[in-house]
């Protein structure tokens, strides 16, 4: 028997009624898991890394393979934490879920990397709302190994801090940078558009749609850009950013964003399917299957 996650209430938010959870960081109640939790790891393990062949980029592959995990069992944080602390110096802490913004970003501003320590359901296995720790730790942890996404996940972190400091509108702009590029990232390489966004690469649909439907917009990164952009929750992506290295997305974030912050407060948000003239545009969607309402 697996032991329950600790749901601590639910809140009613802007995008819904979202759990809440205890702040707490818990140790990885590794030997709790049962046979039915390994096997939908392994289920998943297997399934996700024949869809990204190909599909990932190179960087998220090779620093998956660097961890050493396997469909075998549920890797255990401490194992990976010694690949990691060698590394870069990040840590991986065990927590019950989604954590409070500020809580987060404090963890992420230590170089300490929440992952949900429970697993998803079998009925889940296609899709779950929230993060659990298959996509924390097959979606989130590969790229805390380059060094070069490592500072930007604690840039980030500490951006995040100021930015709950300055306004709520500040905090918005910054969780879309989040979302377009950590969550549903694209980037190019020489062989073309690979994936390396962790909301991505832990769905078996989404692999393939970002990269091979002709629905979403595929754009080139462009900072304010993605600070003005709506997003969607509940369903596949309608636009993709395209970086192209890693040293690009930190160069371009390495700025202080109050002045930005201050720009983008006197601009309209885009909804999440536009073009904007002259930008970028890798793919122009044709938006099938887009719903209207529902861009958050
Ligand atoms: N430069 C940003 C700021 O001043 C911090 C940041 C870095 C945010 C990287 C996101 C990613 O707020
Ligand atoms: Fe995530």
Request: negative net charge; hydrophobic residues 40%; proline residues 5%.
């Amino acid at each position: 028997m697996s032991v329950e996650p600790r749901r601590v209430e639910n809140l009613q938010t802007d995008k819904g009624s979202v759990p809440v959870y205890t702040t707490a960081v818990v140790e990885q109640p590794w030997s709790s898991y049962s046979a039915g939790d390994h096997a939908t790891w392994a289920t998943l393990f297997r399934r996700q890394r024949e869809i990204l062949k190909g599909r990932a980029s190179r960087e998220f592959i090779d620093n998956q393979e660097r961890f050493g995990m396997t469909p075998e069992a549920i890797p255990r944080f401490d194992e990976l934490n010694e690949v990691l602390a060698r590394a870069t110096g990040w840590q991986l802490i065990g927590v019950e879920g989604l954590l409070p913004e500020l809580t987060f970003f404090d963890h992420l501003a230590h170089r300490r990397f929440p992952v949900t320590w429970w697993i998803r359901k079998p009925e889940q296995i296609d899709y779950i709302a929230e993060p659990d720790l298959f996509h924390d730790l097959f979606g989130h942890v590969p790229l805390l190994l380059n060094p070069v996404f490592a500072d930007y996940m604690q840039a980030y972190g500490c951006g995040g801090v100021k930015a709950h400091g300055i306004s709520a509108d500040a905090l918005t702009n910054l969780t879309r940078l989040y979302w377009y590029t950590v969550e549903f990232g694209l980037i190019r390489e020489d062989a073309g558009l690979r994936i390396y966004g962790s909301g991505i690469v832990s769905s078996k649909g989404e692999s393939i749609h970002c990269l091979e439907s002709p629905a979403p917009n595929r754009i080139g990164f462009d900072l304010a850009r993605i600070m003005r952009t709506r997003y969607r929750i509940d369903s596949y992506q309608k636009s993709y950013f395209v970086i192209d290295s890693f040293e690009q997305l930190i160069e371009a974030t390495l700025p202080d964003f109050t002045p930005l912050y201050a720009q983008l407060a006197a601009q309209a948000s885009i909804p999440a399917g536009d073009i904007v003239e002259g930008e970028k545009v890798y793919q122009r969607g044709t938006g099938e299957g887009w719903a209207v309402e529902g861009d958050v």
